[in-house]
T-cell receptor, first 118, second 110 residues
Framework: DARVTQTPRHKVTEMGQEVTMRCQPI?????VFWYRQTMMQGLELLAY????????DSGMPKDRFSAEMPDATLATLKIQPSEPRDSAVYFC????????????????FGDGTRLSIL | KNEVEQSPQNLTAQEGEFITINCSYS?????LHWLQQHPGGGIVSLFM???GKKKHGRLIATINIQEKHSSLHITASHPRDSAVYIC????????????FGEGTQLTVNP
């Protein structure tokens, strides 16, 4: 079965350091999502791309977070500088989404990156 | 008030019991999703539905658009069903992005 691949699975680093998380979406999927999961907030959308173009990044703190899709096989989420409150599990998901809202297909999630900022 | 609310938050059952998890939402949606998150943390999409009912093995999902309510049923529950079940909606006005409920922690004891 095709899978969304995220790296690294775990990351522990000190505050102030740059963190880069990577995601390889399922081949053929045109939409990539970044979600964050914390105990307090649950799952929340950070940003998403369609056909590599950013559609919505309103969930991201703009001053320290950035999301890009340099090509169709790679999405990145960067935090610089990182802070302890960024500690969370970050999920990438991909899906095939048509322009009509009622034609959406299920999203496929990666296993997540568990990030701890000390 | 959250746009997507689930109940119960926690549910403990004995193996073999019939289980129901409920989800209510307050916005217009294009689809409702049921997700499963296992203790290892991975998230799997179980169902996506916009009307009626879907069934997959022992899992059944129903939705009532007029009442803005969905239920996830598990028949003949098994300890391996223990997981967090998350309801999420794709809003009419925001395309494919998901808004999540807080999740229901299900524990099935042998």
């Amino acid at each position: 079965d095709a899978r969304v691949t995220q790296t690294p699975r775990h990351k522990v680093t000190e505050m102030g350091q740059e963190v880069t998380m990577r995601c390889q979406p399922i081949l053929g999927h045109n939409t990539v999502f970044w979600y964050r999961q914390t105990m307090m907030q649950g799952l929340e959308l950070l940003a998403y791309f369609r056909n590599r173009a950013p559609l919505d990044d309103s969930g991201m703190p703009k001053d320290r977070f950035s999301a890009e899709m340099p090509d169709a096989t790679l999405a990145t989420l960067k935090i610089q500088p990182s802070e302890p409150r960024d500690s969370a599990v970050y999920f990438c998901a991909s899906g095939l989404v048509y322009w009509a809202a009622f034609s959406n297909q299920p999203q496929h999630f990666g296993d997540g990156t568990r990030l701890s900022i000390l | 008030k959250n746009e997507v609310e689930q109940s119960p938050q926690n549910l403990t059952a004995q193996e073999g019991e019939f289980i129901t998890i409920n989800c209510s939402y307050s916005v217009g949606i294009s689809a409702l999703h049921w997700l499963q998150q296992h203790p290892g943390g991975g998230i799997v999409s179980l169902f996506m539905l916009s009307s009626g009912k879907k069934k997959h093995g022992r899992l059944i999902a129903t939705i009532n658009i007029q009442e803005k309510h969905s239920s996830l049923h598990i028949t003949a529950s098994h300890p391996r069903d223990s997981a967090v079940y998350i309801c999420a909606v794709s809003r009419e006005t925001s395309g494919s992005r998901l808004t999540f409920g807080e999740g229901t922690q299900l524990t099935v004891n042998p």
